[in-house]
Structures are given as C-alpha cells and as structure tokens.
C-alpha cells in the first residue's frame, strides 16, 4: 500500500511538471490543420483520378489518405480536450466540421472520451470510451455462451476490421450509450449526420456513386481501423495498470495504465504523436505537436510503458485482466492455469 502510494504520489508530480507545457501555438496549430486537411483532399482526389488507370493504384494512394484522415481525427481529439487553440469555442468549432469527415459527432465523442480520461484502469469504472476488458474470474463466472460472446469480440477481426467500420458507419449515427444522452448530444449526432450527407451527396453528384464508394470506402474503413488499432494498445499492453476505487488514482492510471507507442518516425508524424499516451493522459491539456518536446525535456518518461511496432503486435493475444498477478493474460494462459484460478475464492 505504501508503493502504492508512493506511484501516485510519483504520478501526481509529473502532472504538475507537465503543465508548463499546455500553452498552445496558434500559428503552429493552425499550419497543422491547414496542412493536412489540404493534403487529405489532394489525396483523396488523387486516388480518385487513378480509377482510370488501375484500382490498385487507386488503392495504393489510399493508404497515404487514410493516414492523413487518422491524423485529422488526432486534431478532433486535441480541439475535444481544449488543447489545440486557446478559445474553447475555436476548439469546439473546428472539432465539429472535422467530425463531417471523420464520422464522427464531436460533441457526444467529446464527452465519452472525458469519463474514458476520468476513469481508465478504474475496474468499477468500466463501460464508456473504452475496449471491454474482464478480469480472470468475471471471465469464469459467465456462461458458456457468453465467453463465446467475449472470444468473439476479441477476437482480432472483430476487433480491428468488423467492429471499426461498424464503429463509425453505424454506432456513431445515433447517440445510444453516451454518458448524457441529452437533446445536446441528440442534435450533434442529427447535425453531423446531416453534413455527412450532403457531403456524400455532393461528391456522389461530382463523380457519380460507384466511384465515390471506391474511392472512400477504403479510405474511411482503414482509417478506422488504424484507429481502433491506436486505441487499443494505448492501454491494452501486458504491465498496463487496472485497479479496483480504493487503490485506483488518476494519476497513476494515466502514467501506468497508457501506453509510450513508440512508433518509426514517419507513422508518429501521422498519428500525431499520439502514441505518447501516457504523457498525454497525465496533462490531456498539451497539444500533440508538444509532446516529442516533453519526452526530449524528460528523457525519464521515455520508457514508461515503452511499446516499440513489432512488441505491440504481442498485445492482440492479452484479453483478460489477471487481478492476482496484475497484468493482462491470453486465453491461453488462463487455459494453462484454469484449475487454479476457479479454486480461488
């Protein structure tokens, strides 16, 4: 208890030392923005005009595409914290008319993703803005249909290709599930729909159907895809941190239960540096193009929960929270330790 203790307290600090680091540059966010909304629609356009030459260049250009919509939303997310430009209303602004495109109604994301900083690593906390995840002995206690159910889930098709386009072409049309549910997040998700269609519909007019959906049909579904994959390992990695409200804080969930993503340089340019999660849930306030400066300044953060690409791939197999030895386990082990785990009380 009393290391306990002593983390949080560790934790707590780097929160206060982090803070001088909020301050956002109007002129950096805005050439941010600029940038890849620009590059995102030449993109875009490019794959369109290479249907006449082939679909698999059409395709090939895709990629680069769903990499600058990844990055668009990584901007979404920032304007949702309040970090990217000063105003909260430039924020909140620039938030909606990028959901447009991301699929995504800001508002009722904004708030979803405000009780998922709130209460990561909180075991009785589970449930909004985040990957479900049972621990041993909640996993023993089901019925044998629905630890069908939760393998189905995890399983890494479900998790990364079914249930990202899922995500964001159907769940996020209608507010069902979010922390309020109000009228506030009823007219996001009508209003954003609403744009969503007439961009759909100006575009379909543009270039006709068929070719829309080819064009962006891949290029939204992977993006999507992408970013699910980036949530997921952002806390889904074997040492990550859960704990029950007496022992849970904020501050050591933030620094130990996020992961340090860290990527080749290239992808952490188009995923924002989101993958310095821990730095970014202990001081959600820092703008992303800030956070490579934290890690230079404070080269100790750097291997806090350090995932390198190739490590991260390990992370697909860890589905169940082992409270005994705290960290997450594979259906494997439990299968290996399962006589011993339901003797426990």
Known sequence: MKNARTRSAGARDWAQVLARYREPDLARSTFELLLTAFCFVVLWFLTWAALGLGYWLSLLIAVPAAGFLVRLFMIQHDCGHGSFFRRRATNDWVGRVIGAVTLTPYDVWRSSHAVHHASSGNLERRGIGDITTLTVQEYL???RWRRLGYRLYRNPIVMFVVGPAYLFILQHRLPIGAPRAGWQDWFSAMATNAAIALIIVTLMWLIGVQPFLLVHLPIALLAASIGVWLFYVQHQFEDTFWAD???WTKHEAALHGSSHYDLPGVLRWFTAN?????????CSRIPYYRLPQVLRNHPELEGIGRLTLLQSLGCVRLVLWDESRRRL???????EQAPLLRSRP
């Open 141 to 143: 206690a089901l019925p």
């Open 245 to 247: 409200n007496p022992s």
């Open 274 to 282: 989101i993958g310095v999660h821990h730095v970014h849930h202990l």
């Open 329 to 335: 386990i594979s259906f494997r082990e439990l299968a």
